[in-house]
């Protein structure tokens, strides 16, 4: 039943670093997080848990693995709260116990951190330094903007993130008395860590998984193919199987509804799966990439995007979450869709040998609900090019502007010849049981000239769209209000009339 | 010499925070034994429990026990004033979360699952969900109270011009990063030991006691750190506590009882919210001569601390105005919701929060700046300085201050620029405002304001230093170490801080109402005064030389022409027998105050600050942005401008999150929605303007004789954040003509920034048909 292409049995046994040793670890739950790891079998407590959905950072841990050259390394915060420990097998994970030297001194994120005041009741504060960790070895001088966003998945209650956004500014100038090129931790990005940064990727390789990973622990199953095809052959023979892969949601039915998930095939590990690439004639990204990996892409060709994408989630949850995820997950206020749908995507539906195309506009049927067939899995995501980028726009709309989930997410895709519109992809989020195009607002559009009558027009049909329902995060009537709205701040912007948005004013 | 008073050192934890080696209650190794716990919460909102069957509890996988209400031996109360909390709701449910049982097993994820899997059936009983039914139902937890002066009737009827408004003003979460926690562990001879995470040891340790049947002899209680409270931390971990108490005592083996965020959300208590209905009299230039308020809290399903919370709503309803008629009527709403409870500024900031709508509708009727209006209804100097419960401001730095800060931030071409740049933009709009904050600084009920503190020196020099106080990252332990080492001489590494722990100080009243270093600083400098006499008169004799002679100075004792190390001279002294423990009393003179007429003096002193703040919204979506902030607060002499800073902005931001993004939202059924960080929205790094300035005011010594002439800090700050509420009205304010009342519930949301918008539009568009 597992058609395995290799010959070696399927490991039981996960590898991974720690303070540069190999920890191995035979037959773990495979559910257990991280967190419970760290504070419950290892007593490494500096790791504190606030939240268990990824959403307050006082978990926040580093991941170091190869990258896909496999000759460099890539760092990345993720929230252990949430994350299985199954998913570390073969990378490494750094916490804040890591990071003081041998000689007990701070690391240049710890000292800053004091230095400036910091920390107050401190609970916050091993996730915040473990940010800033990431930041430090990823961004040799960031911008204000540019730590906002890589504090945005950290909550402080106490401090007013002041103190924090200037430790960040000036961890950079801390000294140590520890060599930063026998240290690979203490070497922020730019600096010379040749020789450590080689002790581990020697490591890392070390522990590189060729075979499949296959744990049977406490009633459940994780299975961890590294091929689209092994992939297909496991979800056909298993169809009810959970499929993880960054686990920023399948974390929450874990922590939150304290469901038993007894068969998961984790798509981590399917290299293929990760993949983009660009063409002359779309983007193809692979349902397993991560969201931080796929943003800087898409943005590249649809600046548009920047905006929603800073804004998405956190880092920690980019990291680890991924566009496949987003999409396959079908809730209604997932924030990429209504772009997506405004860029006319298509996804590739693979079931065993068999593909087949679905434009992402016909893959949601209801509430949660999509047209995946039993034993069908998402395995591309794919956005034509060329763009016809000049004519997209997206919007969010929450109480908070970062982290938070839209109470209403917009995307207008308008195509002029001259003056008249030929194409018009209008989508929102937040407004229907799934994301959606509004077609009769679409119909409105076509063939008119590109002028305020036209908009207004369109803007009165789009209750014919959508009867949105009141919940937490915004009433129907204001989310109609503003769906009306945003089409004609579109209209505005266009035209050159609106230049700016609360969102960036004065920030730049 | 290292910590001395007014120098900015780091918080004594910073390193130890920064490195994930702060211990806080779930970080304490666990006994071997350990049970973890889980609370069965009700899933209705007001309920009669017809039967419950927890058979499928108690044969879940991994489970030891259950308790319910039969199987509490004391008394079923963890409430800390009227005793109507029950730790386990005896037959009827009354807000959804409520605690109904609890579960042990040997792990936390067998607990929380096994929790889940009770049979309650209940039958349903009608519902108060909102505080206005309430008042109509003359459903209260406390009697509805009134406050008067002068005749405002009369005031009112006279008055040039006259306005009524109501105003919504939301509550808001604690949102602590650690949640409620404890652990209990079994002594000999039934004895209990708690680690709490919690703000008043004391209470605790009390209705421990009552809840096992046990006295306060029995039970010792230890709180290290706290990862946060503001508040929530103050009477809520009564139940976390009771229950691990109940259950160590049950079982025999240590327990500890963890709730997960969303259970925390659900069951304890928050900022209460408000309606606010008022009446307004004034003259043309704005001076006010007459205002009636009628105020409706949702207190939830019991008392708590709602009492002294709604009264000190009342004593702050003036804020720093002089108000010569005025009538306040308080209700104190019964609610089927979790019961409310003390957040930083205790109902103060929702009293601020009534004055100043009542100032900005003023000066928008008649047109002139808000500022304006505020400055003519300042509490005078030798005049107009009594307030409507007889204590006279004594202390009133109010205009000066304004004034710095108005030349300060530049107040005037900015609103200027800001009108020229909303005469040019269609979609957005810009708005600032200044407003001012007095605070009142003490316990309201007299009695609180008392705190103890317990010295030791070892024979090497070395300092153990305890008190009442909790550390819940205000500072406070690093504040009274700098205190003592102050006023011994000696570096303040000498001195060791340690836990909070009622076997230490006894009765000490909760770490609240900003009072923690002005109290337990006092008694901390009067432990280290008594030791350091017993010092100076051990050298006096030793050395012959007089006692005035003999001077701490520096890690130094000069003994007429001689130095010594501190270290030497505790050594002699401890060789001559001289006592180096000590304990140290204090309580703050001058208040008293009868609660019958509401008059008296219930605060030692105020506290004052002021805030301008500037925003950016979108009429199209009524999103919104804090774009610059300047502040000048006043905190006396400073201990530790450092860490009074951080309370500065930690307050301030903390107040900002409470009036914009931070919005309880309860379902028809009474279910609170909002329960976890991705349905409650505090502000995140990005939410703090860029330009963000904040001073404290210089050469301000408490004219009162406080702790080296200190002043408060904890919640004052919180309160400047009106400011930020304000720039949001005058921003909406800017897309209609002069002259209107702008409507803005807050949390101002871009849902509620919107309708306040759009419901000015329609009255724009009405008045001038």
Known sequence: ?????????????????????????????????????????????????????????????????????????????????????????????????????????????????????????????????????ALYKNNASPTRLDVDDALAGNLCRCTGYRPIVDAALAMYDESSQRDASDDWLLGAKGTNTEKPLQEKISKLKSIRRTNNLAIKQAGRRLSSPRSVAELADLIQAKPDSTLLAGGTDVGLWVTKRHRELDEIIYLGNVAELRNISVSATHIEIGAAATLSDVMPVLVEHFPALQELFVRFA???????????????????????????????????LREGQQQRELPLDEYYVGYQATALQPGEFLEKIRVPLPASSSGLQTYKVSKRFDQDISAICAAFCIGLDGDEIVTARVAYGGLAAIPKRAKQCEQMLLGKAFERATIDAAINVLDADFQPIDDMRASAEYRMQVCRNLLLRFYLESTGAE?????????A | MKGSVGSSIPHDSAHLHVSGEASYTDDIAEPRDLLHLAIGMSERAHARIKSIDLQPVRSAVGVVDVILVDDIPGENNCGPVVHDDPIFAPNRV??????????????????????????????????????????????????????????????????????QGRVHLGGQD???????????????????????????????????????????????VECRRMGGAFGGKESQPALIACIAALMTQRTGRACKLRLDRDDDMRLTGKRHDFIIDYDVGFDDDGNIGAVEFVFASRCGMSADLSGAINDRTMFHCDNAYYLPNLNVISHRCKTNTVSNTAFRGFGGPQ???????????????????????????????????????????????????????????????????????????????????????????????????????????????????????????QGLFTKVAQVVAEELQIDIDQIKITASDTSKVPNASATAASSGSDLNGKAAQAAARKIKGRLSRFAAEHFGVAEAEVVFKRNEVLVGDNAMPFKELVRLAWFARTSLSATGFYKTPKIHYDRETFSGRPFYYYTYGAAV????????????????????????????????????????????????????????????????PSTYKIPTSSDVPIDFRVDILESAANREETVFRSKAVGEPPLMLALSVYHALKDAVASTASD????????PATPESVLNAVRALQCTDTTDHA
């Not at chain 1, 949850?317 to 995820?325: C, D, K, M, S, V």
């Not at chain 1, 230049?499 to 920030?507: A, F, H, S």
């Not at chain 2, 406390?142 to 005749?151: K, Q, V």
């Not at chain 2, 002259?739 to 519930?745: C, D, E, I, K, M």
Request: charged share 25%.
């Open chain 2, 94 to 163: 009354q807000y959804v979360g409520q605690s109904i049982f609890a579960v042990a097993a040997e792990t936390v994820d067998a607990a929380r699952k096994a929790a889940r899997l009770a049979i309650v059936d209940y039958e349903d009983m009608d519902a108060v969900l909102d505080p206005l039914e309430a008042v109509e139902k003359k459903s209260f937890v406390l009697p509805s109270e009134t406050l008067t002066r002068g005749d405002s009737r009369s005031a009112l009827k006279v008055a040039q011009n006259r306005l």
């Open chain 2, 351 to 473: 009293g601020m929060f009534a004055i100043e709508c009542v100032i900005d509708d003023v000066a928008r009727c008649l047109g002139i700046d808000a500022l304006d209006v505020r400055r003519r209804n300042f509490y005078g100097v030798g005049e107009r300085d009594i307030t409507p419960y007889g204590q006279k401001v004594e202390d009133n730095i109010i205009a000066e201050l304004v004034e710095q800060l108005h030349a300060s931030s530049d107040y005037l071409s900015r609103v200027a620029e800001i009108r020229s740049f909303n005469a040019q933009n269609e979609v957005l709009k810009r708005g600032i405002a200044l407003t001012p904050i007095k605070f009142g600084i003490s316990f309201t009920a007299t009695h609180l304001n008392q705190a103890g503190a317990l010295l030791h020196i070892y024979t090497d020099g070395t300092v153990h230093l305890n008190h009442g106080g909790t550390e819940m990252g």
């Open chain 2, 739 to 746: 002259g209107q009342a702008v409507l803005l519930q807050a």
């Open chain 2, 174 to 220: 604690q949102f602590y990063l650690e949640g409620q926690i404890a652990m209990a562990l079994p002594r000999d001879d039934g004895d209990l030991f708690i680690f709490s995470s919690t703000q008043h040891p004391g209470e605790l340790q009390t209705l421990v006691a009552a809840a096992t049947g046990k006295q306060a002899k029995d039970v010792v």
């Open chain 1, 314 to 348: 956190s880092p920690p949850i980019r990291n680890a979450g991924t566009l496949g995820g987003n999409i396959a997950n079908a809730s209604p206020i997932g924030d990429s869709m209504p772009a997506l749908l405004a860029l006319d995507t298509v996804l590739v």
């Open chain 1, 499 to 507: 230049t700016e948005r609360v969102y960036g004013y004065n920030r």
């Open chain 1, 1 to 133: 039943m597992h058609p395995s292409s290799s010959d070696k049995p399927a490991a039981e046994k996960i590898s991974f670093l720690l303070d540069g040793e190999i920890i191995e670890i035979n037959d773990v739950d495979p559910t257990r997080t991280v967190l419970q790891y760290l504070r419950e079998d290892l007593r490494r407590t500096g790791t504190k848990e606030g939240c268990a959905e990824g959403d307050c950072g006082a978990c926040t841990v580093v991941v170091a693995e190869l990258d896909h050259d496999g000759e460099s390394v890539r760092v990345r915060a993720v929230n252990s709260c949430i994350q299985f420990l199954a998913t570390l097998d073969g990378k490494e994970l750094i916490t804040v116990e890591s990071l003081r030297g041998k000689d007990g001194s701070l690391h240049p994120v710890q000292k800053a951190m004091v230095d400036c005041h910091g920390s107050q009741c401190g609970f916050c504060t091993p996730g915040f330094v473990m940010s800033l960790l």
């Open chain 2, 613 to 676: 703040a500037e925003v950016v919204i979108d009429t199209l979506t009524g999103e919104n942005r804090l774009l610059r902030v300047d502040i000048l607060h006043d905190c006396g002499q400073s201990l530790n401008p450092a860490i009074d800073k951080g309370q500065i902005e930690g307050g301030f931001i903390q107040g900002a999150g409470w009036l914009t993004t931070e919005e309880l939202w309860w379902n028809e059924r009474g279910e609170l929605k909002t329960h976890a």
